[in-house]
């Protein structure tokens, strides 16, 4: 899954300036304009990272380029209202999945995004002008149930502890609402902290879903990389009650003799996030532009180049939203007995 965790995991989804850096093209204009990204997420505060395009001839070695617009200014509108006017800053940014501290820098706004709102951001610097976009937040979709069958189940007795291995095929049940066009990110991750084994471990295997795939041609699964990405449109289930497949392979789930299954409270949290199609056509010219037949032949010459997809105005970044769902899988309701 390394592609898409790329992308997106630093933020589940906050997307940090994408579309603002470019190779080499000696007949592309190089003059700097203004790069727009901002991800609206559904219960956490809008950062938004203004900055401008820059080139690899620009980078230092021991300081990078300096693409900040610390003189600029950032207008947001909610709702086809201002909201509110903002200049750049610093904050620190706390990461909940680590214990350390990160500076951020950019435009913090203390705006809360919610459902139905339509966000417009307007940029503006003296030096490189002004750029804007717009989003339309998504509705969250809930996670229905989660059928599991275990599979190569094996239990061991190790010294004082039970080891559990298997392997288990699942169907994550969702419901497509009717009438509109919906586009979502798939995401699962292992959380060990209420453990007191921490060689807990699962194989995420999301090969078996057809819908990871949909936007891959015939030729481009033999030819191309198709693995790492779990965005997909409802274009197949579209109104219609789904169970994503998703295999976890090669569990290995450790409890005490004496305490059992209160020994290790590991779970595994499934999200199915309704992201904007900003953000969909975003991640999918990505995909095109690496591993698609286009950007293949193009990297040789033998087609158009495949440009990654932008809805700001100056063609720079990408302004998208997403409302999460999730809901949480004990390890232990895998083998506990009926």
């Known amino acids: 899954m390394a592609i898409l965790n790329k992308l997106i995991s630093a933020a589940v989804m906050t997307i940090v300036l994408t579309g603002c850096y470019s190779d080499f093209e000696p007949d592309i204009d190089s003059t700097p304009v203004v790069c727009i990204n901002a991800n609206a997420k559904v219960g956490e505060v809008l950062k938004i990272f203004a900055?401008?395009?820059?080139?690899?001839?620009?980078?230092?070695?021991?300081?990078?380029?300096?693409?900040?617009?610390?003189?600029?200014?950032?207008?947001?509108?909610?709702?086809?209202?201002?909201?509110?006017?903002?200049?750049?800053?610093?904050?620190?940014?706390?990461?909940?999945?680590?214990?350390?501290?990160?500076?951020?820098?950019?435009?913090?706004?203390?705006?809360?995004?919610?459902?139905?709102?339509?966000?417009?951001?307007?940029?503006?610097?003296?030096?490189?002008?002004?750029?804007?976009?717009?989003?339309?937040?998504?509705?969250?979709?809930?996670?229905?149930?989660?059928?599991?069958?275990?599979?190569?189940?094996?239990?061991?007795?190790?010294?004082?502890?039970?080891?559990?291995?298997?392997?288990?095929?699942?169907?994550?049940?969702?419901?497509?609402?009717?009438?509109?066009?919906?586009?979502?990110?798939?995401?699962?991750?292992?959380?060990?902290?209420?453990?007191?084994?921490?060689?807990?471990?699962?194989?995420?295997?999301?090969?078996?879903?057809?819908?990871?795939?949909?936007?891959?041609?015939?030729?481009?699964?033999?030819?191309?990389?198709?693995?790492?990405?779990?965005?997909?449109?409802?274009?197949?289930v579209s109104g219609k009650t789904y169970p994503l497949h998703i295999r976890l392979n090669e569990i290995e789930y450790r409890v005490s003799s004496e305490n059992g299954f209160e020994s290790n409270k590991s779970y595994i949290r499934f999200a199915l996030n309704s992201i904007s199609e900003s953000y969909y056509r975003h991640v999918i010219s990505v995909w095109e532009s690496n591993d698609g037949i286009n950007g293949i032949l193009g990297d040789v010459g033998l087609a158009d180049p495949v440009w990654e997809c932008s809805n700001v105005s100056t063609g720079a970044g990408v302004i998208s939203a997403i409302a999460p769902a999730s809901i949480k899988v004990p390890l232990s309701s895998f083998f506990k007995e009926d």
């Open 51 to 236: 900055t401008r395009t820059w080139r690899w001839t620009e980078i230092n070695q021991d300081e990078g380029a300096d693409i900040q617009l610390k003189d600029g200014e950032v207008s947001l509108y909610v709702n086809d209202e201002l909201f509110e006017v903002l200049h750049y800053s610093e904050w620190d940014y706390h990461d909940p999945k680590y214990s350390w501290v990160n500076k951020q820098c950019g435009f913090l706004s203390s705006y809360y995004p919610q459902p139905g709102d339509k966000i417009k951001i307007m940029a503006h610097s003296p030096l490189y002008g002004d750029a804007e976009g717009e989003v339309t937040v998504p509705f969250p979709v809930e996670i229905n149930e989660v059928e599991s069958l275990v599979s190569d189940l094996d239990v061991c007795q190790e010294g004082n502890t039970v080891l559990y291995r298997a392997n288990v095929s699942l169907g994550i049940r969702f419901t497509d609402p009717l009438d509109i066009t919906n586009y979502y990110l798939f995401e699962s991750n292992l959380n060990t902290y209420e453990s007191s084994f921490h060689d807990t471990r699962v194989v995420f295997d999301y090969n078996s879903e057809p819908l990871f795939t949909e936007h891959v041609s015939s030729l481009e699964s033999v030819i191309s990389e198709t693995s790492g990405y779990t965005v997909f449109s409802d274009r197949m």
